[in-house]
Nanobody, 125 residues
């Protein structure tokens, strides 16, 4: 059974940094495309960034490019989201998700096969 568990959310001030982690169990992590998705209160889920299993190619939403970085450690079955210079718009629940079938349809929320429970980030002064 595939499980994704996120860690690292919390309350930070604008301009701060935060690193989220997502530990994956129950699958061959090294062969999985992984993504981070966020959802602000009252809004739809939104693609943030993704990393492919093959050559670890990275895709990032323009809104966070240059501030958010995804990485993975296949030895630890973990994907990370480093968030720098957070703004108030960063307040959201952040989910990691698996593109198990390697669809590469990053913007299509129905393309993700497994999701974590989410970790909440609040950016507030």
């Amino acid at each position: 059974q595939v499980q994704l568990v996120e860690f690292g959310g919390g309350l930070v001030q604008p301009g701060a940094s935060l690193r989220l982690s997502c530990v994956v169990s129950g699958g061959d992590f090294s062969r999985l495309n992984m993504a981070w998705i966020c959802q602000a209160a009252g809004k739809e889920r939104e693609f943030v960034t993704a990393i492919s299993f093959h050559v670890q190619k990275i895709y990032t939403a323009d809104s966070v490019k240059g501030r958010f970085t995804i990485s993975r450690d296949n030895n630890r079955n973990t994907v990370y989201l480093q968030m720098n210079n957070l703004t108030l718009k960063g307040t959201a629940t952040y989910y990691c998700a698996e593109d198990f079938d390697a669809s590469y349809k990053w913007l299509d929320m129905t393309a993700y096969d497994y999701w974590g429970q989410g970790t909440h980030v609040t950016v507030s002064s």
